[in-house]
């Protein structure tokens, strides 16, 4: 399913819908539906030509935008078009879009957190440098991805939110069981904790201390701690125009 997948995103395959349901157990099912249907962009009038595909135009400029809570087939998508795009072209930057709520919705644990460390770890391994905006909610492991990319060049828009938190558990079973989950949860909330003092530049014990809670941060606030860089604002209004000048040149302003 996996390899099946992969050589499918390889020839610009992009989710369609992706729906999550709950069941009366209160376990989550993802139902993936991919469309493979590409509409090519023409230049022209609007009404001469069928409408663009958006989602591969975006790619098509070097775009990957995590628009939802990172589940498995989400996960999927984008390690392939990380993968992709560096054999494409090793120089030019990716600019990963996020607007996320980690591995968490509505309060519900809908999968592990070993789906950011995926992500986390092929940013690092790919050799374009990435450029991470949050454009809604970077929440939670969602926030460890915006604080991963490269430094000078995460950014989030004027009414994003940003929040850190620890992770949360779901534990069942026999004693012996629960107690083997507890302690992979202590490891991967250190794990987080390490992560977050690396691209924050904050010690392991003020992450810690932090995260006890859910923390919420404005956009200047999250400059201020170190999540991000700077906070794009319309070019007509800003003096800041770094990020902006790289997004111009990508046609996205």
């Given at each position: 399913?996996k390899?099946?997948?992969f050589?499918?995103?390889?020839c610009?395959?992009?989710?369609?819908?992706?729906?999550?349901?709950?069941?009366?157990?209160?376990y989550?099912?993802?139902v993936?539906?991919?469309?493979?249907?590409?509409i090519?962009?023409t230049r022209g009038s609007a009404?001469?030509?069928?409408?663009?595909?958006?989602?591969?135009?975006?790619?098509k400029?070097?775009i990957?935008?995590l628009?939802?809570s990172?589940?498995?087939?989400?996960t999927?998508?984008i390690?392939?078009e990380?993968?992709?795009?560096?054999?494409e072209?090793?120089e030019?930057?990716?600019?990963?879009?996020?607007?996320?709520?980690g591995?968490?919705?509505?309060?519900?644990?809908?999968?592990y957190?070993t789906?950011a460390?995926?992500?986390?770890?092929v940013m690092?391994?790919?050799?374009?440098?990435?450029?991470?905006?949050?454009?809604?909610?970077?929440?939670g492991e969602a926030?460890?991805?915006?604080?991963?990319g490269a430094?000078?060049?995460?950014?989030?828009l004027?009414s994003?939110?940003?929040?850190?938190?620890?992770?949360?558990g779901?534990?069942?079973?026999?004693?012996?069981?629960?107690?083997?989950a507890?302690?992979?949860?202590n490891n991967v909330k250190?794990e987080?904790?390490n992560?977050?003092?690396?691209h924050?530049?904050k010690?392991?014990?003020q992450?810690?201390?932090?995260i006890?809670r859910?923390k919420?941060?404005?956009?200047?606030?999250a400059v201020?701690y170190?999540?991000?860089d700077?906070v794009?604002?319309?070019?007509r209004?800003?003096?800041?125009?770094?990020?902006?000048s790289?997004?111009?040149?990508?046609q996205?302003?």
């Amino acid at each position: 399913m996996k390899n099946s997948c992969f050589s499918e995103l390889l020839c610009f395959l992009y989710v369609y819908s992706i729906t999550d349901t709950v069941d009366s157990s209160g376990y989550n099912s993802f139902v993936a539906c991919f469309s493979v249907q590409v509409i090519p962009y023409t230049r022209g009038s609007a009404w001469e030509q069928p409408p663009p595909d958006l989602a591969s135009y975006l790619f098509k400029n070097r775009i990957v935008y995590l628009g939802m809570s990172l589940v498995p087939s989400v996960t999927e998508l984008i390690l392939a078009e990380f993968l992709y795009l560096q054999y494409e072209d090793e120089e030019k930057p990716i600019y990963l879009y996020i607007n996320s709520t980690g591995t968490t919705k509505g309060g519900e644990k809908l999968s592990y957190e070993t789906e950011a460390f995926a992500i986390y770890d092929v940013m690092g391994y790919v050799k374009p440098p990435i450029f991470t905006l949050c454009v809604g909610n970077a929440w939670g492991e969602a926030a460890l991805l915006l604080a991963a990319g490269a430094k000078g060049n995460r950014s989030a828009l004027p009414s994003s939110t940003i929040m850190i938190k620890q992770p949360i558990g779901r534990f069942q079973g026999q004693a012996t069981d629960v107690e083997l989950a507890r302690k992979e949860m202590n490891n991967v909330k250190a794990e987080l904790v390490n992560l977050f003092a690396k691209h924050i530049g904050k010690t392991s014990e003020q992450i810690e201390a932090d995260i006890s809670r859910p923390k919420y941060f404005s956009p200047a606030e999250a400059v201020e701690y170190g999540i991000i860089d700077k906070v794009l604002y319309n070019e007509r209004g800003s003096e800041d125009r770094g990020v902006v000048s790289d997004l111009k040149k990508a046609q996205l302003i």
